[in-house]
């Protein structure tokens, strides 16, 4: 008798179990699943990939932690995160199980380009919305794709944009304008793709003279001949576009060989690395121009928000974010943006509403340094390099002006070397 | 004018430091008749230990020309004697290529060790030294240039000195020629290898020191100069170690000068016609000996 009792207790709390189960699954807020495609392992790329997840899973956990999608009734947020290797062919296969074992209604990723550009395709044959993070390939929205979005990147043109704007602009300013260019770059697609930008820009737009512009092989044993050489051109502005060890190599002999100009112009990579300060001294580095994907500390870390994106961030992995991070950071920011305003967790009002993104002059831009919405290709027109002048160690912005810190003016024409201490 | 001036000066400064990467890597062809393709990597090596006593110890970075050879000459040394042998002596009756295959794993291994234990950064040295540059009118040279060309100078002709005069550079050159028949006249080839080994590191450890002033330093900077130095080498003559000197300086020059004329890019290009053109008409190189 007793042993039956126990049994019916048993069987009892288990139905009750089950009722209550799910009761209070239904009860709880319901489910959106986001497809995420990374590299994290296997690749060159892994680390900036791994960076880049950290800044997408703070994102979700903080959406989540401030209640959700609020016009789903406080949905969360559920990343499904895939492990791309950089294989593309990984990416398209990946992107497909998204789709149709996981359901994901809405795709992002997948850093690189050589993957997003491939994968992008599987999700627009679907058509899935796919929010493109940090790839800068110009191809990938110009295939007349109707479900790819980049908010957080332009191709790699804009980065030289943003050159020809800002010399533009403080030009303008000064009343000083440089009449005679060099320009010169790697010799790979990265460093070609800039140098048309600029090739085609500054004569039309300023009326400059080229005098030099001429590609370098990419870890050259000697730059010097190069330097000797655009030292000889006497040019005005001298922009420069190489990757860190290039970069370190020709600024340290820009001043030992007393190379003047009115301005020396880095284009976000090599004279943008942390590296590069502490290796070529600070008087090599002093009055350097360079482009930079985000505009900095100072420049963005100026509300609550993004305050609690850069110390959560910083406590919970114990470095500071960088680029790629915020990129990240934003992107999913964006598509809850969206979210909010779609009210159902399906593909097609998702785009629909993506389309319509305007977000403007809020928390997030200013944390990203620039507006958001979409042309009809799928591009945020407003996502632009910001231009920083190093001074004393440090990468100050000072273009555009919205972002610009308030302490520092830019040098310019930036003094002779046999001018400075 | 004093650009074409600067440019040659230039090319025979960066050519001098070529040359001694290069005379290091002919003698252990010439000796060994080994192709040591883990000879960028231990140039690396020799760069991170001159950075290291540079940032460490505090020493100038000239002081690395007596610190640093020595200890390259040790790893050379036991790199030949502990590793190279037991495969050398296996395939004593054909050509290396075993040998040729461990070098290029050493050369992997080497590169990732390195990555491992220094990080991926490019690294250089804080020395007032470093920018200090000598300048008449419009003419600029760096003191480490300078130095760099003097001293390549002097080890080299020391080096090729002692190569002709000394009993060991003898018995060296005597292995290099005829193995067996320098057996047969009293000199142990296996011991040999191991001095010549060792000296062509030391040789590869001055350049190093010489180097980093002037370059910066990170775990792949061996195949920068790696691969320059075996087209210098086969330019040069395989084996001749004057040959790999004077191969140093030309396409030292033809780099400097040559990039006043056409793009960087192409100077490149020009580097390597001219190797294929010597391979085709003097295959042995330009100071290779026609023999054999």
Same mark, same amino acid.
């Given at each position: 008798m007793k042993n039956n009792s126990n049994k019916i207790m048993i069987l009892v709390s288990c139905v009750l179990a089950c009722v209550l189960g799910v009761s209070a699954d239904s009860l709880a807020a319901s489910k959106i699943k986001i497809g995420y495609l990374i590299p994290?392992? @296997?690749? &060159?790329a892994a680390p900036i990939g791994q960076d880049m997840s950290k800044g997408t899973h703070l994102a979700v956990k903080h959406i989540n932690d401030l209640g959700g999608i609020k016009s789903m009734g406080g949905a969360q947020l559920e990343l499904v995160e895939v492990d791309t290797h950089g294989d593309p062919k990984a990416g398209m296969t990946e992107a497909e199980r998204l789709i149709n074992? =996981?359901?994901?209604p809405v795709i992002i990723g997948a850093y690189q380009s050589g993957v997003t550009f491939p994968s992008t395709a599987v999700a627009e044959k679907y058509k899935i919305p796919w929010i493109v993070d940090l790839? &800068? /390939? &110009? =191809?990938i929205t110009e295939? @007349? #794709? /109707?479900y790819v979005f980049r908010p957080v990147q332009i191709p790699s043109s804009g980065n030289a944009d943003s050159v020809v704007d800002f010399v533009k602009y403080i030009s303008d300013k000064t009343g000083k304008k440089p009449k005679r260019l060099a320009f010169v770059y790697e010799n790979t697609d990265w460093g070609q793709d800039l140098a048309k930008t600029v090739r085609r820009r500054f004569p039309k737009e300023m009326g400059m003279e080229i005098v030099l512009d001429e590609a370098y092989p990419p870890n050259s044993p000697d730059l010097k001949p190069l330097v000797i050489k655009i030292k000889g051109r006497n040019p005005d502005l001298i922009s420069v576009t190489g990757y860190t060890s290039d970069a370190i190599q020709m600024h340290k002999l820009f001043e030992q060989m007393q190379v003047n100009a009115m301005a020396i112009i880095g284009s976000a990579a090599g004279q943008a690395d942390r590296t590069f300060i502490p290796s070529v001294g600070m008087k090599g580095t002093n009055y350097t121009y360079t482009t930079n994907g985000w505009a900095g500390y100072e420049s963005c870390v100026t509300t609550p928000f993004a305050k609690k994106y850069w110390d959560d961030f910083n406590a919970a992995h114990k470095y500071e974010p960088t680029e790629f991070t915020v990129c990240a950071y934003g992107a999913v920011w964006i598509l809850k943006d969206a979210l909010e305003r779609a009210q159902k967790a399906e593909p097609e009002p998702i785009r629909e509403a993506l389309t319509k993104t305007s977000i403007m002059n809020t928390d997030l831009t200013k944390l990203l340094g620039f507006n958001v919405k979409f042309d009809a290709k799928g591009q945020n027109p407003y996502k632009r390099f910001a231009m920083q002048q190093i001074y004393n160690g440090k990468h100050r912005t000072i273009w555009p002006e919205e972002v610009a810190v308030k302490d520092f003016s830019p040098t310019w024409p930036v003094p002779k070397w046999s001018d400075r201490k | 004018m004093s650009i074409l001036l600067q440019s040659i000066l230039n090319g025979l400064c960066s050519g001098s430091i070529y040359s001694l990467i290069a005379v290091s890597l002919s003698l252990l062809f010439g000796v060994? /008749? *080994? *192709?040591? #393709?883990a000879h960028g990597s231990f140039l690396m090596i020799s760069m991170f230990f001159s950075l290291w006593a540079c940032r460490?110890?505090?020493?100038?970075?000239?002081v690395n020309l007596l610190l640093v050879p020595p200890v390259m000459f040790v790893i050379g040394y036991s790199t030949q004697r502990f590793l190279i042998k037991s495969i050398y002596e296996k395939e004593s009756a054909r050509e290396p290529i075993g040998v040729l295959i461990f070098t290029t794993g050493l050369w992997i291994f080497l590169d990732n060790l390195f990555l491992a234990v220094a990080g991926p950064d490019s690294q250089v040295i804080q020395h007032e030294y470093v920018n200090k540059t000598l300048i008449l009118g419009d003419f600029f040279m760096s003191y480490t240039q300078i130095y760099g060309f003097s001293a390549s100078i002097f080890i080299s002709l020391l080096f090729l000195l002692f190569l002709k005069k000394a009993k060991v550079g003898r018995a060296i050159r005597a292995t290099g020629q005829d193995r067996e028949a320098a057996s047969v006249i009293g000199v142990n080839s296996y011991e040999i290898y191991n001095i010549s080994f060792g000296l062509g590191m030391a040789v590869l450890g001055a350049a190093g020191a010489l180097l980093v002033p002037l370059y910066n330093v990170y775990p792949q900077v061996g195949d920068v100069f790696g691969l320059r130095s075996f087209v210098i080498v086969v330019l040069g003559g395989m084996g001749s170690v004057w040959g790999a000197f004077w191969g140093g300086i030309i396409i030292g020059l033809i780099e400097s000068v040559g990039a006043q004329f056409v793009p960087a890019t192409f100077t490149e290009a020009i580097i390597f016609i001219i190797f294929v053109m010597v391979l085709y008409f003097k295959p042995a190189g330009l100071f290779g000996l026609e023999s054999e």
């Amino acid at each position: 008798m007793k042993n039956n009792s126990n049994k019916i207790m048993i069987l009892v709390s288990c139905v009750l179990a089950c009722v209550l189960g799910v009761s209070a699954d239904s009860l709880a807020a319901s489910k959106i699943k986001i497809g995420y495609l990374i590299p994290l392992s @296997g690749t &060159a790329a892994a680390p900036i990939g791994q960076d880049m997840s950290k800044g997408t899973h703070l994102a979700v956990k903080h959406i989540n932690d401030l209640g959700g999608i609020k016009s789903m009734g406080g949905a969360q947020l559920e990343l499904v995160e895939v492990d791309t290797h950089g294989d593309p062919k990984a990416g398209m296969t990946e992107a497909e199980r998204l789709i149709n074992v =996981e359901k994901v209604p809405v795709i992002i990723g997948a850093y690189q380009s050589g993957v997003t550009f491939p994968s992008t395709a599987v999700a627009e044959k679907y058509k899935i919305p796919w929010i493109v993070d940090l790839a &800068a /390939k &110009a =191809e990938i929205t110009e295939r @007349g #794709f /109707k479900y790819v979005f980049r908010p957080v990147q332009i191709p790699s043109s804009g980065n030289a944009d943003s050159v020809v704007d800002f010399v533009k602009y403080i030009s303008d300013k000064t009343g000083k304008k440089p009449k005679r260019l060099a320009f010169v770059y790697e010799n790979t697609d990265w460093g070609q793709d800039l140098a048309k930008t600029v090739r085609r820009r500054f004569p039309k737009e300023m009326g400059m003279e080229i005098v030099l512009d001429e590609a370098y092989p990419p870890n050259s044993p000697d730059l010097k001949p190069l330097v000797i050489k655009i030292k000889g051109r006497n040019p005005d502005l001298i922009s420069v576009t190489g990757y860190t060890s290039d970069a370190i190599q020709m600024h340290k002999l820009f001043e030992q060989m007393q190379v003047n100009a009115m301005a020396i112009i880095g284009s976000a990579a090599g004279q943008a690395d942390r590296t590069f300060i502490p290796s070529v001294g600070m008087k090599g580095t002093n009055y350097t121009y360079t482009t930079n994907g985000w505009a900095g500390y100072e420049s963005c870390v100026t509300t609550p928000f993004a305050k609690k994106y850069w110390d959560d961030f910083n406590a919970a992995h114990k470095y500071e974010p960088t680029e790629f991070t915020v990129c990240a950071y934003g992107a999913v920011w964006i598509l809850k943006d969206a979210l909010e305003r779609a009210q159902k967790a399906e593909p097609e009002p998702i785009r629909e509403a993506l389309t319509k993104t305007s977000i403007m002059n809020t928390d997030l831009t200013k944390l990203l340094g620039f507006n958001v919405k979409f042309d009809a290709k799928g591009q945020n027109p407003y996502k632009r390099f910001a231009m920083q002048q190093i001074y004393n160690g440090k990468h100050r912005t000072i273009w555009p002006e919205e972002v610009a810190v308030k302490d520092f003016s830019p040098t310019w024409p930036v003094p002779k070397w046999s001018d400075r201490k | 004018m004093s650009i074409l001036l600067q440019s040659i000066l230039n090319g025979l400064c960066s050519g001098s430091i070529y040359s001694l990467i290069a005379v290091s890597l002919s003698l252990l062809f010439g000796v060994m /008749k *080994i *192709i040591n #393709f883990a000879h960028g990597s231990f140039l690396m090596i020799s760069m991170f230990f001159s950075l290291w006593a540079c940032r460490y110890l505090g020493l100038h970075p000239l002081v690395n020309l007596l610190l640093v050879p020595p200890v390259m000459f040790v790893i050379g040394y036991s790199t030949q004697r502990f590793l190279i042998k037991s495969i050398y002596e296996k395939e004593s009756a054909r050509e290396p290529i075993g040998v040729l295959i461990f070098t290029t794993g050493l050369w992997i291994f080497l590169d990732n060790l390195f990555l491992a234990v220094a990080g991926p950064d490019s690294q250089v040295i804080q020395h007032e030294y470093v920018n200090k540059t000598l300048i008449l009118g419009d003419f600029f040279m760096s003191y480490t240039q300078i130095y760099g060309f003097s001293a390549s100078i002097f080890i080299s002709l020391l080096f090729l000195l002692f190569l002709k005069k000394a009993k060991v550079g003898r018995a060296i050159r005597a292995t290099g020629q005829d193995r067996e028949a320098a057996s047969v006249i009293g000199v142990n080839s296996y011991e040999i290898y191991n001095i010549s080994f060792g000296l062509g590191m030391a040789v590869l450890g001055a350049a190093g020191a010489l180097l980093v002033p002037l370059y910066n330093v990170y775990p792949q900077v061996g195949d920068v100069f790696g691969l320059r130095s075996f087209v210098i080498v086969v330019l040069g003559g395989m084996g001749s170690v004057w040959g790999a000197f004077w191969g140093g300086i030309i396409i030292g020059l033809i780099e400097s000068v040559g990039a006043q004329f056409v793009p960087a890019t192409f100077t490149e290009a020009i580097i390597f016609i001219i190797f294929v053109m010597v391979l085709y008409f003097k295959p042995a190189g330009l100071f290779g000996l026609e023999s054999e």
